[in-house]
């Protein structure tokens, strides 16, 4: 599957209209040899319009230089990103691959046309002086078919290729001038299916958010946004829905009691971040592990091939398991009980911000423990303690200005450096399972254990910046 990034602005236009000359605008030195394209898209979606409701939309279209399956999904800032395959196989069943793209969405629903679109474009590329095409201008005659109604409209639009904000601002001005007007809608089939997608909309609630059930659905989203590229093995998106599946774990588990039925859904989501656990932990172990030991001579050559080997199968059995999950029953029925819970009214209890008090505290009496005792396993039990208090902290930081955001960055700093020192202890655990009387494997195991030392060291630093009273007051 391709995937492209998408920069455009819509206009609509009178019947008539004639395009302006842009040439000379924005370093456009050359707008010759306009094609002509006859395009005929075919929308799917669910019956309720599942994926318009979230800014997806999926077609299949003939005509044009990128004929075929085209789905497309929020980009960056203006920006939409484009998942295309190409024409083949059942021209009415979506093919798998962009299926999985949505499946956190639709869930269960089926895909059907619910819309069609025949298209008579103009296109002109906008050229610069060395021949780069900086911008496409496409001028549409649409005839739009949805529930056996028709519309016919004309309408322009103008998508980036080299060029950048700033011409797109140019050609605007130029457009406007000659009769162009901002689009109404924010696409062809929004506009084809006459008002039935601001129908079915779900409409955002009024009044104060409730910052505890805000942060909750955030994390439900971020699960939906990074489920394709897990479903891709991109490893940032592993990363970031472990995050998110930790996040949403921890806050409902420390303000439970605005979350009703939060024990049934606890051990799914641990199930859950375990799986991409499994895959994301392969992963950072291998480049921690094996960093400067290739290089380090012949000696290592061995050691680095075995523990590339099996951190690969690990992440390898890992990615197999959380690609079956994804597609299971299981996983679907999850992300059912968490819309549940993030749908909730949102009363909760009446001061849950001492909910994230009374978490750091305990964080705080757990680290003392260990560093008196010191022992690694009461540090790792630190370590998840303060993971679990910054995640609750962060539920009220964006309201309480500067102190909020710097006690979530110290409390971050504190457990990168908990972090750094677990690692240490898994890897030097790995290396003695991997070569328990090899020469070399045990000089490795003694850098990690020196990595123990130093980040053992680094820990009075960051423990005082975390718990100055100037950024913490404002949880009292």
Do not use: C
Request: proline share 5%.
């Amino acid at each position: 599957m391709e995937t492209a990034s998408e920069t455009e602005r819509k206009y609509d236009v009178p019947d008539g209209f004639v395009l302006p000359s842009l040439a000379g605008t924005a370093g456009i030195r050359d707008t010759t040899g306009a094609q002509t394209h006859e395009l005929d898209a075919t929308y799917f979606d669910t019956d309720d319009l599942t994926l318009m409701q979230n800014r997806r939309t999926l077609r299949r279209r003939t005509g044009g230089e990128d004929a075929g399956w085209h789905l497309k999904t929020p980009g960056s800032g203006n920006s939409r990103t484009e998942h295309r395959l190409p024409l083949n196989g059942d021209k009415k069943k979506v093919p798998a691959e962009l299926r999985g793209q949505v499946r956190a969405i639709i869930r269960r629903k089926g895909l059907k046309p619910v819309a069609r679109l025949r298209t008579h474009r103009v296109e002109t590329p906008l050229r610069d002086a060395k021949g780069r095409t900086l911008a496409l201008v496409a001028q549409d005659q649409v005839t739009a078919e949805s529930d056996g109604v028709e519309q016919r409209w004309q309408e322009i639009e103008v998508e980036l290729v080299d060029g950048d904000a700033a011409l797109l601002d140019a050609v605007e001005r130029l457009l406007l001038a000659a009769g162009a007007t901002p689009a109404a809608g924010p696409s062809k089939v929004s506009r084809a299916l006459n008002g039935r997608l601001e129908k079915t909309t779900p409409k955002k609630p009024r009044g104060k958010v409730n910052p505890v059930f805000a942060y909750a659905r955030e994390q439900r989203d971020a699960l939906a946004e990074f489920d394709p590229g897990v479903r891709q093995g991109d490893p940032e998106s592993v990363h970031k829905m472990r995050v998110a599946t930790r996040r949403l774990r921890s806050s409902l588990k420390t303000f439970k009691r605005s979350f009703p039925g939060f024990d049934e859904v606890a051990p799914e989501l641990k199930w859950l971040a375990d799986l991409l656990g499994e895959v994301r932990d392969g992963q950072v172990q291998k480049g921690k592990l094996l960093a400067g030991v290739e290089e380090s001579g012949d000696q290592f050559t061995e050691v680095a091939a075995r523990i590339r080997q099996h951190l690969d199968d690990q992440v390898e059995r890992g990615r197999t398991a959380l690609a079956e999950a994804l597609e299971s029953e299981r996983y679907l029925a999850l992300l059912d009980r968490i819309d549940r819970l993030s749908d909730l009214p949102g009363n909760g209890e009446p001061t849950p911000i001492r909910r994230a008090a009374k978490s750091l505290a305990k964080a705080d009496g757990l680290l003392d423990q260990a560093l008196a005792d010191g022992a690694d396993a009461e540090l790792h039990d630190a370590r998840k303690a303060y993971k679990r208090a910054r995640y609750a902290v962060e539920v009220f930081a964006g309201g309480a200005g500067k102190p909020g955001k710097q006690l979530v960055n110290a409390l971050t700093d504190l457990q990168d450096v908990l972090g750094a020192h677990q690692d240490s202890v898994v890897a030097r655990e790995l290396l003695h399972e991997l070569g328990p009387d090899n020469f070399w494997f045990g000089v490795l195991w003694a850098r990690q254990e020196q990595v123990g030392k130093d980040t053992y060291a680094e820990l009075p630093v960051v423990v005082e910046s975390s718990r100055k009273k100037s950024l913490r007051k404002w949880l009292a």
